[in-house]
């Protein structure tokens, strides 16, 4: 017997009546109308139906009952609340130490926590925050701690911890930390075991898309950006200056997620507005996966088809037992740089190139600022790749890496850089008429500093030329330019 209780029910339910009281309003009650409202209620009866899950549901209800002495009025509210994507769940927060924030900060850097039957990292993670930042950008940033284990002993114990040991930074409002109490979490037990996985382990991951859902919901107003961080994770040194330098690259083109690491939900960094829609998304769909699966799907849902990831990485897992279990957990971002971060400024510029170009590995891939890059067939001597800056610019420092760890060979074994002025030309195909040769790129690299103390002039351009025919193809993985004090115009 299917129970009307169930929440799912009853807002497919809401739904199909919605639909049936659309076409009342319809002149025409063809019975090809009729028909299609008849298909869409089978369809969500079926949903149901199929593999004996309304009978599980009736007694999974029946044992939450007993069991947790469920508040069937509450939790159907919760699923009511989510069809409001926009606003913030309704869900009280304990601050367990600091305040709340006087003035919205730039970023927000959120972790949630649980006790670990070994190991612990979450102080040497808020170490890591603060230390790796200047003083300046500790006036930007404000980083929020959820204590989301339901031992009140251990919760009471880690604030204590976090108190004594970061006092000054919850005075000057830079910390918070706060907890869920339990009464406000979905059903944990007895959920649905996709993926074949142990009911502990879905306990366990459904519990995490909680957590998070909840951490994302209390930091929507609190800052411009926010990025998710675990409790296991060193930081590379000023790292909120890189973080900064890539969203200002980014302006005027649409993203949902940034990533500046590889690993799981580790710097993963979003716009606070997507932050209500992204903590609704976790909870309808606690149950049903991972939260790093789910967060794929959401940036595919808002339209974001590619990953955006920067290289070299700024955030580093440093834990060795996991959160779940004390099981072993090795894994290690080897894109991490934990030395300072120094992201080129890639200004504006035209990309152009005589080389013949394989697929879609098109010349301005090389110059991005994600993990992407060029890629052309076997060059010949005279072969050229040519930058076009839209204004004259002064150079500090210059950078080109060929080939890639899986493609070796595919270096420019034999090529130059040189810098250019005085362009002449169409806009497509512009080239500087003056070229002063830098030098010879190294095992397939090209590196060199106080460029604006060699070049006089003010660069138009800037030319790889390949001195040399090769039988082997060639990547530019990237090219990367930094620049000094911008010339009079």
Known sequence: MLSLETPYVLLH???????????????????????????????????????????????????EAATHQLNSERYVHTFKDLSNFSGSINVSYRYLAGTPLPRKRYLTIGLSSVKRKKGNYLLETIKSIFEQSSYEELKEIAVVVQLADFDSSWCEGMVQDISQKFAHHI?????IVIHVPEEYYPVLDGLKRNYNDPEDRVKFRSKQNVDYAFLLNFCANLSDYYVMLEDDVRCSKNFLTAVKKV????????????????????????????????????????QEMPC???LIHFRGLLAQKEVIRFKPSLFQHMGYYSSYKGAENKLKDDDFEEDSFDIPDNPPANLHTNMNVFENYEASKAYSSIDEYFWGKAPSTGDFFVIVFEKPIKISKIKVVTGTEDRQND????????????????????QCTTYLRLGEFKNGNFEMTDVEHKVL?????????????????????????????????
């Open 13 to 63: 339910m809401r739904l199909a009546l919605k639909y049936l009281d659309k076409m009342r309003c319809l002149r025409k009650r063809s019975a090809v109308s009729f028909l299609g409202v008849l298909v869409i209620c089978l369809l969500f009866m079926n949903l149901y139906i199929e593999d004996g899950y309304v009978l599980e549901g009736d007694k999974q209800l029946i044992r």
């Open 171 to 175: 005075i000057a409002g830079r910390l």
């Open 247 to 286: 969203i200002t690259s980014r302006e005027g083109s649409y993203w949902v997620t940034l990533e500046f690491s590889k690993l799981g939900y580790i710097g993963k960094l979003y716009h606070t507005h997507d932050l209500p829609r992204l903590a609704h998304f976790l909870l309808m769909f606690y």
């Open 292 to 294: 790093d699966w789910l």
């Open 411 to 430: 270096i420019l074994h034999h090529g130059a850089l040189e810098v250019g002025e005085k362009i002449v030309g169409s806009k497509k195909g512009r």
């Open 457 to 489: 002039f003010d660069i138009n351009c800037m030319r790889i030329l390949v001195t040399k025919s090769q039988k082997e193809w060639l990547i530019i993985r990237s090219i990367s330019i930094w620049t000094s004090q911008a010339p009079n115009q």
